[in-house]
C-alpha cells in the first residue's frame, strides 16, 4: 500500500519548497505574496502556517516530486525539469502519473541543452550516433534520444557533469543552462534544447478530497492573482490628441483599452491603462516618442480583478 493510499483525512496543506537553492527564495516569497506565513526560523525544515493551515516542508528540489507522488506533501514548487524528469522515469518504468504542473511561476527559467566542446562543428542530432552523453536527466534524454531516432549512449551523472568531456567519461553533456557562464567556463557551447523550464506549482494528479480542497482552490486564486498583479503595471501619462493616443494604443499591446480621467483643464487628455508586460525605460522612451507626456508607472500593490 502506498502512503497516498494509506493518507487520512487532512485539514492542512503541506507545501514542500527546496531548501537552498536558486529556486528557495522566490518560493517563499511568492507564498508571502500569498499571504502566508510561518512560525519556524529558515532554517528549521518545518515551518508551522500561522496565517492559514498551510505548513511548509525545506527539502531538496530532486525530493518534491516523490513527496507529492507519496502523499507526504499536497504542493511543491519544483523547477519543470526536476518534475518532467522523475515522471519520464515513472513512466518508463511502467508506473503511473502521479503529480502534474498546476501553474507556471515566471521565476527560475533555464534551459536543459545538449552541449558540445567548443571547437564541435555541430551539424545536427544525427552527428549523435554511438557517442556517450553525460546527464543528470537520463530519463528525459532517453526519451528525447528515441524521438529523435538516434542511438546514443546516455551516461548516467549526479553532479558536475559539465567536466565529464574533460575528464573522458563522455564526449558531450545535457545540462540545464541558465546563465551560460558553467559551459563558458567549461569550453562547452550549447547545440540543441531539449527543454524550456522554469519553477512551476506542482500538485498530485488526484486531488484531496477532504478540508484540503477548499485551501487549494484558495491558494491556487491567490498564487493566480499575485503572478497576474507582478507583471501589472498602472501607466500614467497625457497626450495632445486623439492622434496620439491611436499610436499610443498600438505601442501597448499587452494592455488594458486605455481609459480617460477626468479633464483637469490644461487642454491635454489625461489618461491611464493597465499594462501587463514589462515597461522598460525602452518602452518609455518609445511611447514619449509617439506622443504621451508626463509617463508615470506604478506598481500595483493587491488586486482582486
Ligand atoms: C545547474 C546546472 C549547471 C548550472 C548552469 O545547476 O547543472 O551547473 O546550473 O547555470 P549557468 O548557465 O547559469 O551557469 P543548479 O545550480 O540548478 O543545481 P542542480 O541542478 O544541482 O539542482
Ligand atoms: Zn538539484
Known amino acids: 500500500m502506498t502512503a497516498s493510499q494509506a493518507s487520512p483525512a487532512r485539514d492542512r496543506l503541506r507545501i514542500a519548497i527546496q531548501k537552498s537553492g536558486r529556486l528557495a527564495e522566490p518560493a517563499r516569497s511568492l507564498l508571502a505574496a500569498c499571504g502566508l506565513s510561518w512560525r519556524q526560523s529558515r532554517d528549521k525544515l518545518f515551518c508551522y502556517g500561522e496565517s492559514l493551515p498551510v505548513d511548509l516542508l525545506l527539502v531538496r528540489d530532486d525530493d518534491i516530486p516523490g ?43 533555464c534551459r536543459l541543452m545538449l552541449a558540445v566542446p567548443e571547437e564541435w562543428e555541430w551539424r545536427g542530432v544525427e552527428q549523435l550516433a ?14 528525447w534520444l528515441e524521438r529523435q531516432g538516434v542511438d546514443a549512449q546516455v551516461v548516467e551523472l549526479s ?8 575528464l573522458g567519461t563522455a564526449d558531450l553533456i545535457c545540462d540545464l543552462v541558465s546563465s551560460g557562464a558553467t559551459l563558458a567556463a567549461n569550453q562547452l557551447k550549447p547545440v540543441e534544447t531539449l527543454l524550456e523550464s522554469e519553477a512551476v506549482l506542482a500538485g498530485a494528479v488526484r486531488e484531496p478530497n477532504d478540508m484540503r480542497a477548499g485551501l487549494l482552490a484558495m491558494l491556487l486564486k491567490r498564487v493566480d492573482g499575485v503572478l497576474h498583479q507582478r507583471d501589472s503595471k498602472l501607466l500614467m501619462f497625457r497626450a495632445a490628441g486623439e492622434q496620439q493616443v491611436d499610436a499610443l494604443r498600438r505601442l501597448l499591446p499587452d494592455a488594458d483599452p486605455i481609459e480617460r480621467l477626468p479633464d483637469d483643464g490644461s487642454g491635454a487628455l489625461r489618461l491611464q491603462t493597465m499594462c501587463h508586460g514589462a515597461v522598460t525605460w525602452q518602452r518609455l522612451e518609445e511611447l514619449e516618442r509617439a506622443g504621451a507626456q508626463g509617463l508615470t508607472v506604478l506598481t500595483v500593490e493587491r488586486s482582486l480583478a
Open 67 to 109: 513527496l507529492i507522488a507519496d502523499g507526504v506533501c499536497d504542493l511543491g514548487i519544483v523547477g519543470r525539469n526536476e518534475l518532467d524528469e522523475q515522471a519520464a522515469e515513472r513512466r518508463r518504468n511502467g508506473m503511473p502519473d502521479a503529480y502534474q504542473s498546476l501553474r507556471g511561476l515566471g521565476f527560475g527559467q
Open 130 to 143: 554511438g557517442l556517450r552523453i553525460a546527464t543528470s536527466y537520463p530519463a528525459i534524454l532517453a526519451d
Open 159 to 166: 553532479g558536475s557533469v559539465e567536466i565529464a568531456p574533460r
